[in-house]
Antibody, heavy 129, light 110 residues
Framework: QVQLVQSESELKKPGASVKVSCKAS????????MNWVRQAPGQGLEWMGW????????RYAQGFTGRFVFSLDIAVSTAYLQITSLKAEDTAVYYC??????????????????????WGQGTTVTVSS | QSVLTQPPSASGTPGQRVTISCSGS????????VNWYQQFPGTAPKLLIY???QRPSGVPDRFSGSKSGTSASLAISGLQSEDEADYYC???????????FGTGTKVTVL
């Protein structure tokens, strides 16, 4: 079945880095883009950006540039989120989630017409000294 | 702070109809379709409605979505105890060039 399986929870000290993995199975990896979504404790969902699994191009939402890096290993159908120079306010659950690229040529098209339809289980990143 | 505004909470008794609003602008809801997500505590969100009013396979027809101008709504008819969850609207925003989520609404079944 279609699933996204994320890496285990992480406890990191301020200033450290973390790399979260998201392994896809049950579908053609390159037919979908991968999104990353953050949810801070007790807060709502915040879209961090996406990476086109077909081209490898990442796009970052406002507020997620500089310390956040999206990457792929297509050979093992896995997406990664790396966060450097961790801060206490990075403490959150991070989700990967796919969106179908379909026949669309723009992100407004595929987000609008297909929605983000499969989500990973979430990875909790805790930043504390 | 999100550009899509939802009421913080909504409630109803079993069997009632509950409606959740999502208010946006011309650059998001006014230009693109709306998706809705359901999230239970401690679990990942689930796509509930896409393209304003389409239900993915497996989503009960008690859930319905609509859009008018720069606002959208999610209706839950025949409310059940298992519908108690957080609900988020979302849409692409042409000005931000990004996907935006609503502030979220907690639905309580009384």
């Amino acid at each position: 079945q279609v699933q996204l399986v994320q890496s285990e929870s992480e406890l990191k000290k301020p200033g450290a880095s973390v790399k979260v993995s998201c392994k896809a199975s049950g579908y053609t990896f390159t037919s979908y883009a991968m999104n990353w979504v953050r949810q801070a404790p007790g807060q709502g969902l915040e879209w961090m950006g996406w990476i086109n699994s077909n081209t490898g191009n990442p796009r970052y939402a406002q507020g997620f540039t500089g310390r956040f890096v999206f990457s792929l290993d297509i050979a093992v159908s896995t997406a990664y989120l790396q966060i450097t120079s961790l801060k206490a306010e990075d403490t959150a659950v991070y989700y990967c989630a796919r969106v179908y690229l379909g026949y669309c040529s723009s992100p407004s098209c595929f987000f609008s017409y297909y929605g983000v339809d499969v989500w990973g289980q979430g990875t909790t990143v805790t930043v504390s000294s | 702070q999100s550009v899509l505004t939802q009421p913080p909470s909504a409630s109803g008794t079993p069997g009632q109809r509950v409606t959740i609003s999502c208010s946006g602008s011309s650059s998001n809801i006014g230009s693109n379709t709306v998706n809705w997500y359901q999230q239970f505590p401690g679990t990942a969100p689930k796509l509930l409605i896409y393209s304003n009013n389409q239900r993915p396979s497996g989503v009960p027809d008690r859930f319905s979505g609509s859009k008018s101008g720069t606002s959208a709504s999610l209706a839950i008819s025949g409310l059940q105890s298992e519908d108690e969850a957080d609900y988020y609207c979302a849409a692409w925003d042409d000005s931000l060039n990004g996907y935006v989520f609503g502030t979220g609404t907690k639905v309580t079944v009384l």
